[in-house]
C-alpha cells in the first residue's frame, strides 16, 4: 500500500516514515512511503488515485494538512483514509472539521501512529474489496 507523508518538516516526515515502518502490522501490507513538502504534490498524488493512506502534518507551512485533508475529502474521488497530526490534543475539534479519518497529537508515539496507519489501511483494503 502508497501511504503518502505530507510535511514541510523534514524531520516530521522521517518520525512518520520510521514509526510507520516497512509494514505497520502484520496483517496488513507492505508500505510504499511518497513523502510530500508541498501541497499542490499532495493533491497531483491524490488525484493520481494510488494514494492508500494520507497522513498529513497540520503545522505544515503554508497549507496546513487540516485545510488539506478538508480540500481532498471535498474533490478528490474515492478520497484515501487521513490521519492528521496535530500539536495539541485540543486541535482535535478542529480535525473533526476537516473530516480526518484519525488524529494523533504530537509529540508523535510511533506504536500509537503505526496501530492508527495499519488501522486506516485495513479500513482502505475492506472498502475497496466492497467497491468491487
Not at 499532495?42 to 488539506?68: F, K
Not at 486541535?91 to 510511533?110: E, F, G, I
Request: hydrophobic share 45%.
Amino acid at each position: 500500500m502508497r501511504v503518502l507523508v505530507y510535511s514541510d518538516d523534514a524531520a516530521t516526515r522521517e518520525k512518520v516514515r520510521l514509526a510507520i515502518g516497512r509494514r505497520p502490522a502484520a496483517d496488513v501490507p507492505f508500505v510504499e512511503i511518497v513523502e510530500c513538502a508541498t501541497q499542490p504534490k499532495v493533491v497531483q498524488h491524490l488525484d493520481s488515485g494510488e494514494i492508500d493512506v494520507a497522513v498529513l502534518d497540520g503545522e505544515a507551512q503554508p497549507a496546513g494538512g487540516m485545510g488539506v485533508a478538508r480540500q481532498a475529502k471535498d474533490e478528490v474521488y474515492d478520497c484515501p483514509p487521513i490521519c492528521l497530526l496535530v500539536a495539541r490534543r485540543d486541535d482535535r475539534w478542529l480535525a473533526t472539521w476537516s473530516r480526518a479519518d484519525a488524529v494523533v497529537a504530537q509529540p508523535l508515539d510511533p506504536v500509537l501512529l503505526a496501530d492508527t496507519i495499519a488501522d486506516l489501511m485495513r479500513r482502505r483494503g475492506a472498502n475497496r474489496l466492497t467497491a468491487h
